[in-house]
């Protein structure tokens, strides 16, 4: 069983940059892993390291200002190759919540199957969001998941936004597909009883 999802309140991380790609968010470097331990030490690693390890202090994973579980992309959000990797990583490092104007849809769904929920708000909610954090660091976001809203603290602002309700219920009850499987057995059995 995985962490159970229903209202996240935290401070943001803000990243106001448009097409983050896979290949910024985890390295191809690191697509050797077959485990997930330890891929949030990596996430963003080029734009967080420089090249002898030290961190860029210019990057916002790497200003003190800046805290929380809820991580505030640029639109198309997770776009380029297919890697699994990018949402090991952002799941590894701790976000739980990542939002945008658009997600690519294969990252999408990878953050979905590790545990983060991408929610995705209109361009001018995102704008927002950005001006408020801008403004206070400690501006805080609610994202509710069962009545699928996101409201900034800041401005008392809300939005509703989509999810599969598959996803929706394995997320609120800490159940992965396998997960959703074995506590659906029964029901499964009883059917293929029913229907031999």
């Not at 210019?58 to 200003?63: H, K, Q």
């Not at 200002?65 to 990797?85: D, Q, W």
């Not at 603290?153 to 499987?181: A, P, Q, V």
Request: aromatic share 10%.
């Amino acid at each position: 069983m995985k962490q159970k999802f229903n209202i996240i309140t935290s401070t943001c991380v803000p990243l106001p940059l448009e097409n983050v790609d896979t290949d910024q968010i985890i390295p191809a470097r690191y697509l050797k892993a077959t485990d997930k331990e330890g891929m949030g030490e990596n996430l963003f690693r080029d734009w967080r390291y420089n090249a002898d390890g030290t961190p860029k202090k210019d990057f916002v994973l790497n200003d003190p200002t800046y805290s929380g579980v809820i991580l505030v992309a640029g639109k198309n959000f997770g776009s380029g190759s297919s890697r699994e990797h990018a949402a090991w990583a952002i799941a590894g490092y701790g976000f739980r919540v990542v939002i945008s104007s658009f997600f690519a849809d294969i990252h999408k769904n990878n953050e979905l199957n590790n545990f983060v929920l991408p929610v995705v708000v209109s361009e001018s909610f995102l704008k927002e969001l950005f001006e408020s954090i801008a403004a206070d660091p400690k501006t805080e976001v609610e994202v509710d998941l069962p009545n699928q809203t996101v409201t900034n603290k800041h401005t008392g602002r809300s939005e509703m936004f989509d999810i599969n309700g598959y996803k929706k219920h394995c997320l609120m009850n800490g159940l992965d597909d396998i997960d959703y499987l074995v506590a659906n057995q029964e029901k499964t059995e009883a059917w293929e009883l029913r229907n031999r």
